[in-house]
DNA sequence: ACTAATTTGTAAAGCGCCATGACGAAATAG
DNA sequence: CTATTTCGTCATGGCGCTTTACAAATTAGT
């Protein structure tokens, strides 16, 4: 018999929802609409063995979810074995649909997400926002949101919140744009500006790209580490399923970990940032490219089509991320590192170096090194994904057709 | 109206205690203890109105409490108000207790700690444990434990619990240790040579380092990061006041952390890892002193008496200690840091450069590095605390008398 | 001193939620 | 065509918290 070192937190603090018999039954609400939707579809007894809860209790728990539309009964099973049939259980695609969106430098895009995790209607925009000012844009923005969402009304659906991805660092009450260098934002508090008449949230693109690399990847564990580039370089750190987000909301900040303390300055005031080795601007200036549209792209390019300057700087700037990446993994001991974002493009060519550094610098065996298939897509997925998880993390408050319970920022 | 980008967990998935009435009245139960335990002293009304439960519902569960042994009622409490006074309860001093116990490279130590957080009973034995074969020092450390059980039960307790804490890797199950460099122990499972007639778990020294700092440390936040050095140097992060395990178990290896990536080779394979600057080995050689016993000592000695070798030696650390921990603050965003262990007693001199190297390398408002007054005390105190805490966390196991519910490693 | 007001702890009744056990319905196996 | 198995539901019951009421113990006010 062992014991664990401790739980996580102490029983009773910080429980979302309250330890009395309502809060017992949203959560078993809750439980029934994973586990319906992790399976795709399932009978009632079925769900009852899985959760552990009687067929009866079961019963009621899928009456109400049936009656507040999130769930759909779908008809009678296939049968393929003794005994009567089951009636299929579906996650209904005409409920409550999480609506993303996402602020990136050159372009605007919004999703809708039903609770299926089906995509039911997108909208993009391209141009800048690099030295607009703020207004604008997200005038813009709330335009592709009302027609996103008046799409998604025709469909049946209706919005239960909005989160908003956005290249930069983000406060910890999902709120505050603390600040987004590339877009020249500054403290800026998107709930004022971006009125909806549903709850919004806003949180960093690279973490929403984290959440839909543990949410829509395959085979993604419940602990790793999401690195990802776009102009600097991002890190979110999953434990346990779970966002870590730091005292500030600033954790994951890789991109200033120090690779070589006397290296070259950083605007953050450092010097040897691993940004200074593998950031854009930095590989650029390494492959003998300038500054211009689509750089990644071009820099793929390039490297597939042999440039050795390219080749070789990115070959650098691997092997950077791997001391930092040592680093992190030394301090985390993650299941797996998880490149997203621009990086995905790129790790044909950064792959080699990186994991050569990351196998030659930790001992026994090394942490494996994934490339993400969503790429791009991944903040925009996540946060749409994010408000869809929500409601299915606490039903019970939709099903009083408010909105999906939400807090102040969340506590992992 | 904000949304938390997500929540931990997702409902129903790892819960500590199923969503049944009886897992209900149980957290009510370790609410009750936990809030009683916080106070000292407390009323059930007042208890009620803290956790949000009536006077009536509380009553039944301190009824269950003292009737158990967990809870005493001292009789009434002094009044100051207006209005009947209240019963005073307070966690009993006679019921179960936590044992701790630590295998360090030099003792063995031993001791008892009551619900209250009383340390009971103690036993320690010097004498070097390196070399020495598995089953001797095993041996010895059972006759401590016997020892202090037998205390601990002249004074009315009962041992709920043995945790042992030992200088290194421990697997995720909190039974073997992986590997322990300085006694030459490589997976080595306790539970089976040190069989005693309670639940036994063990774990990282530097871990329950932290977790006494957590539990014991006045004004410690949930976030931070624990530096102690022993021999090696190790990290705890603890998050939203859990530990961070890691999926091996392996989290928090601060001591490899590259800080330099041509620096000197490492036995790890790595170079220019952190104990190659800030490692007790390191450090002494910088100094230029040979190895002997309480090294730590002698640094501090020096130190305070202005050898010019030794304070540069100690300033040169520190620096080491801030490169690398300017890479562990960018990434978790803690909301202190707190050297521990050896690192406590040689503060006054490695906290200048340290922090000065901190400060210099991140952005905005710095991170504070606080000094454990705990010193070598914490991971014995943190192992007894652990047992006690769990005893705390589910007060239902021990209330059928039986020991303390035991899953597997802990899931942070 | 005596009454009014306030607060505490407990007891009885009530309600919500899940478990238990029984039943009809719908399929397969022989 | 019957026996068996499984599914979904209903009635009943247990358990846990809330509500309501009340006695006990204190302070405040006259």
Redesign the interface.
């Known amino acids: 018999?062992?014991?664990?070192?401790?739980?996580?937190?102490?029983?009773?603090?910080?429980r979302?929802?309250?330890?009395?018999?309502q809060g017992?039954r949203r959560?078993?609400l809750?439980?029934v609409m994973?586990?319906v939707s992790a399976a795709g579809t399932l009978s009632r007894a079925a769900v009852a063995s899985r959760?552990?809860l009687t067929r009866a209790a079961v019963s009621t728990l899928v009456e109400e979810l049936i009656r507040t539309g999130l769930l759909e009964e779908l008809g009678p099973e296939r049968p393929g074995r003794v005994g009567r049939p089951g009636s299929a259980l579906a996650v209904s695609g005409r409920g409550p649909a999480g609506i993303g969106a996402e602020v990136g430098v050159d372009h605007l895009a919004v999703c809708a997400v039903d609770l299926r995790g089906e995509v039911r209607s997108t909208a993009t925009r391209h141009g800048t926002n690099r030295g607009r000012a703020v207004q604008p844009v997200v005038d813009e923005l709330r335009e592709l949101v009302r027609g996103v969402v008046a799409e998604a009304e025709r469909a049946g659906l209706w919005p239960a919140?909005l989160?908003v991805a956005v290249p930069g660092l983000v406060a910890r009450?999902?709120?505050t744009v603390v600040r987004a260098p590339n877009l020249d934002w500054r403290d800026t508090d998107l709930?004022g500006l971006l009125d909806v008449p549903f709850?919004?949230?806003?949180?960093n693109e690279a973490?929403?790209g984290a959440?839909a690399e543990l949410w829509l990847g395959e085979g993604t564990?419940r602990?790793f580490l999401h690195v990802s580039a776009e102009i600097g370089i991002g890190?979110a750190?999953v434990?346990?399923?779970?966002?870590?987000?730091?005292?500030?909301?600033?954790?994951?900040?890789?991109g200033?970990?120090?690779?070589?303390?006397d290296g070259p300055e950083c605007p953050?005031?450092?010097?040897g940032c691993l940004e200074q080795y593998a950031g854009e601007e930095a590989v650029l200036r390494a492959a003998g490219l300038g500054p211009g549209a689509d750089r990644v792209g071009l820099l793929a390019e390039r490297a597939a089509a042999g440039d050795a300057d390219v080749r070789r700087a990115l070959r650098d700037a691997g092997t950077a991320l791997g001391?930092?990446l040592?680093?992190?993994v030394?301090?985390?001991?993650?299941?797996s590192v998880v490149l997203g974002g621009a990086l995905a493009a790129l790790a044909p060519w950064l792959l080699p170096s990186l994991e050569s550094e990351l196998d030659?610098?930790?001992?026994g065996p090394a942490c494996p090194v994934a490339v993400s298939r969503l790429g791009s897509e991944g903040p925009l997925l996540g946060a749409a994904h994010?408000?869809v998880?929500?409601v299915?993390?606490?039903p019970g408050v939709v099903a009083e057709r408010g909105?999906?319970r939400?807090?102040?920022?969340?506590?992992?």
């Open positions: 018999m062992t014991a664990p070192l401790h739980k996580a937190r102490p029983a009773g603090a910080g979302a929802l309250p330890d009395t018999q017992m959560r078993n809750a439980r994973h586990t959760i552990g919140g989160a009450d999902a709120r709930t709850p919004l949230s806003v949180g973490n929403f959440l564990p602990d890190a750190v434990v346990d399923g779970g966002l870590l987000h730091g005292t500030r909301g600033f954790a994951g900040e890789l200033h970990v120090p690779v070589r303390p953050c005031g450092s010097r001391v930092a040592t680093g992190a030394n301090l985390l001991d993650p299941e030659r610098r930790t001992a994010s408000v998880r929500a299915l993390d606490d909105e999906p939400m807090g102040p920022g969340s506590s992992l």
